[in-house]
């Protein structure tokens, strides 16, 4: 499904044309069109549609690669990419939490960049891996990211995840419809992890984790595309309403600078309704690119609580990872 949302993301788009599709022994030698099920809305692509998928190895492929592998197969994959002088930008969740691998949403962390020069030097590559966060995380981390100036010392979070996060077939209708599952195996744990990953800073050759507690509430809900989290959040200060709204509407960051081609005007958008933001209403807007927040209000428990919203299988994988290697390319590291 994700792979599916990177041939659409990517149609059309001015920098980057999609000229290989790597996939398992069985589909290669195939065109595209007859290697796969189409499960996203309209048709497939055209460019897309008569390319012959190739094995996934080293060799005829670009130099840039986006991966939407699974996790059985994407450490070995993505590892012989790199170190054949590939750059790949994986959304799969193999390389994320290692020391030299950046866990990239460019709003948030560009500096984070800084550990390819130390991955190159310590594993002896030609190329690079960078990896996009989980589609839960990301969500999170860019509903926290404008409060960071507040100093963030603890955060609980609750996640309503649609059904796509869980890719094709997925969950069963009948386990689903009018339901809610609480489980999503290692959800919570990446949540936690990746969170302070993502917040922290970068020190000269690693990324000092965010020195904040994180604690996750993962559930699969009956719904098609848009993951929402609800949070509650204690500060080191004590900003105001106003001081949080302030910003979360002045937020912005390098691709907002720079006008990469996929990054929403406002990577953050607040919504004084009382009931948004809503997936059916606000999932799909700014392309899917932006994240939403609502309902900011005192929490008796911690401090401030709020409710966030994100495109699970946009902005929280193919176009985060489309928008990481913009990122890269405006800092000439694909040249």
Request: hydrophobic share 40%; with cysteine; charged share 20%.
């Amino acid at each position: 499904m994700v792979g599916q949302h990177f041939v659409k993301f990517l149609q059309g788009h001015p920098w980057f044309a999609l000229q290989w599709l790597g996939a398992s022994d069985r589909s290669a030698g195939k065109k595209y069109r007859e290697a796969m099920k189409w499960h996203l809305a309209g048709a497939v692509p055209e460019e897309a549609a008569d390319l012959t998928v190739q094995e996934s190895k080293p060799g005829s492929a670009p130099r840039l690669l986006f991966s939407a592998m699974d996790a059985s197969v994407a450490t070995e994959i993505e590892r012989a990419f790199a170190e054949a002088g590939h750059i790949v930008v994986s959304n799969s969740r193999n390389h994320r939490m290692e020391r030299d691998v950046p866990l990239l949403v460019p709003e948030i962390n560009p500096e984070h960049l800084k550990l390819l020069p130390v991955q190159q030097r310590q594993r002896g590559w030609k190329g690079q891996i960078v990896t996009n966060p989980n589609c839960s995380t990301i969500v999170l981390t860019m509903g926290l990211a404008p409060f960071k100036p507040f100093g963030i010392k603890r955060v609980i979070a609750t996640t309503l995840q649609a059904i796509s996060g869980a890719g094709y077939p997925g969950v069963p209708s009948m386990d689903i419809n009018a339901n809610v599952i609480p489980f999503i195996g290692g959800e919570e744990e990446k949540m936690q992890q990746e969170t302070q990953k993502i917040l922290g800073d970068f020190r000269a050759d690693h990324i000092e984790p965010l020195d904040a507690r994180v604690s996750a509430h993962c559930n699969r809900v009956p719904v098609v595309d848009g993951h929402t989290v609800t949070v509650s959040v204690e500060f080191s200060s004590r900003p105001s309403e106003a001081d949080l709204r302030h910003a979360c509407q002045n937020f912005t960051g390098v691709p907002q600078e720079r006008k990469l081609p996929s990054a929403p005007s406002r990577p953050v958008i607040y919504l004084p309704e009382q009931d948004r933001p809503q997936p059916r209403k606000d999932a799909e807007r700014e392309r899917g690119m932006a994240a939403f927040i609502g309902r900011l209000r005192p929490c008796p428990a911690l401090a401030w609580k709020f409710v966030a919203l994100g495109h699970n299988t946009v902005r929280g994988a193919a176009g985060a990872a489309v928008l990481n290697a913009e990122l890269m390319c405006s800092e000439g590291m694909l040249d």
